[in-house]
């Protein structure tokens, strides 16, 4: 089949690099605008557009993917089926009616579970022992449309949402390429999504990354494992942000009202509602990341009797 790819950050290379290599012919990819980024603002070409440029493929970049000078490219290349991952923009009915097998999404979960735009990052911060890869048929609503095929990943007790997310995205190139390849063979076949089990994955904010240390530590460690890498778990010392790595919960541990900081010699634990945590890599604002007690022997936390009377948050 002739395919034309729509997707934007690096979680989509896997699946594209895939399809590329697959026995269909990759004619074009769809990707965001380029952006400004670093700090000269300049702007800078999305990871799935440098890959194109790379291979020699061409690249679509629309504003918006209903402005009639793409809609004309897109009929004129003919695509039979137009696979997406990843990509960042809502495509409009008239777009998805081109391509006579219409668009094939692989979404990271397993659908109806978690759609939206962070369905990896509320696995984790709601405790799901399971997830999964879903390929379906983009229609009208939000990653309603019916489903190919699943894969399924276990979350482990450590993984942070990179980590998963990595995973999903090697496993789901898979899947979506054996979706492709039964398409043109004329055997897949799209059951429609349940009406049970729905949930709802928004994009996970700055705000949401912050540790409410008056949870249970469970909580805590899933919200920073949620939120790593992006945005980012963190919290506040002494009136500045400071950003957090994964945290280990204790067994069993002092007694710290939450927020509250005890500075040991090879480790720094914080109060929970529940157990204390011990943290991971810290980063205050302006400087490199560094483990919690090299942080803590920098400010003489360790050396300071008042340091025990110290919070975060």
Known sequence: MRLVFAGTPAVALPALAAVAASRHELVAVVTRPDAPAGRGRRLVRSPVGAWADEHGVEVLTPARPREPEFLERLRALAPDCAPVVAYGALVPQVALDIPRHGWVNLHFSLLPAWRGAAPVQHAVLHGDEITGASVFRLAAGLDTGPVYGTATEAIRPRDTSGDLLERLAGSGAGLLVAV????????????????????????????????RWSEPAFAVDRRVRACTPAPGGWTTFRGERLKLGPVTVLADGPELKPGDLLVERNRVLVGTGTVPVVLGEVRAAGKRAMPAPDWARGLRLGADPAASRESLG
């Open 180 to 211: 492709l390849d039964a398409i043109e063979d004329g055997t897949a076949q799209a059951e429609p999504q349940p009406l049970d089990g729905v949930s709802l994955a928004p994009k996970v904010t700055v705000e949401d990354a912050e540790v």
